[in-house]
């Protein structure tokens, strides 16, 4: 199983940035999808996910209105798109999928991790 993330970078508040998650190795199809995000001193936290059809997207208040989440199942890729960005916005992004069957929202309990994306906003 492989979790691949790219897109992440240095912006300036203001800007945008398009990560990507490549999945591999499992039914991506199958899973809920989520991007959780490590920023510096923190502890992990979910940001967004997304129903397995990719029709219910999930967001904390923060993120609202600024990212986007969305899934092709085709591709089996996770992509998030994230508008407006502050500098709180920084930090390590992490892709995960989750198995649970009976829960799919920003507290999903991941099966499966990334590597992570370092996102840098200043």
């Known amino acids: 199983v492989q979790l691949v993330e790219s897109g992440g970078g240095s912006v300036q508040a203001g800007g945008s940035l398009r990560l990507s998650c490549a999945a591999s190795?499992?039914?991506?199809?199958?899973?809920?999808m989520g991007w959780f995000r490590q920023a510096p001193g923190k502890e992990r936290e979910g940001v967004a996910a997304?129903?397995?059809?990719?029709?219910?997207?999930f967001y904390t208040d923060a993120s609202n209105g600024r990212f986007v989440i969305s899934r092709d199942n085709a591709k089996n890729t996770l992509y998030l798109q994230m508008d407006s960005l502050r500098p709180e916005d920084t930090g390590v992004y992490y892709c995960?999928?989750?198995?649970?069957?009976?829960?799919?929202?920003?507290?999903?309990?991941?099966?499966?991790w990334g590597q992570g994306t370092q996102v840098t906003v200043s």
């Open positions: 190795g499992y039914t991506y199809s199958s899973y809920c």
């Open positions: 995960t999928s989750s198995k649970d069957q009976t829960y799919c929202g920003l507290s999903l309990s991941p099966t499966y």
């Open positions: 997304i129903d397995t059809g990719g029709r219910m997207p």
